[in-house]
C-alpha cells in the first residue's frame, strides 16, 4: 500500500522478467538436463536439523524491499532462520 507501490511493483516485476531472461544463460547444468535431486549425507541431514530444532522458535520475519513481487510479504510476512546469525545456536 501506499502513494508510488503500485509503480515499484511495476519497476521490480520488470527488474524480475529481465532476470528471468538472462539468468538462464549464466546456469550450470550438472547433468544433461540440469540438477539432479539427491539425498544430503546423513551428517549434514543431521547438522541442518540439529539447528532448526534448536532455534525454529527463533525465526525472524524476512525484509522485503518495497515493491518486491517474489512473496506476498504485503499480506502474509515470511519467516526465515538464518544458519548465518552468529547469536543461534
Known amino acids: 500500500g501506499g502513494k508510488g507501490s503500485s509503480s515499484r511493483c511495476s519497476i521490480n516485476e520488470k527488474d524480475r522478467v529481465r532476470m528471468n531472461l538472462r539468468q538462464p544463460k549464466s546456469m550450470v547444468n550438472f547433468t544433461d ?7 544430503a549425507p546423513e551428517s549434514v541431514f543431521k547438522l541442518i536439523k540439529e539447528f ?3 532455534n525454529k522458535e527463533k525465526q525472524a520475519v524476512e525484509q522485503w524491499p518495497p515493491g518486491n513481487t517474489y512473496v506476498n510479504h504485503w499480506e502474509q510476512p515470511s519467516y526465515f532462520v538464518s544458519v548465518e546469525n552468529p547469536r543461534l545456536e
Not at 33 to 39: A, E
Request: aromatic fraction near 20%; proline fraction near 0%; avoid cysteine.
Open 33 to 39: 538436463v540440469g540438477y539432479t535431486k539427491i539425498r
Open 52 to 54: 532448526w530444532e534448536k
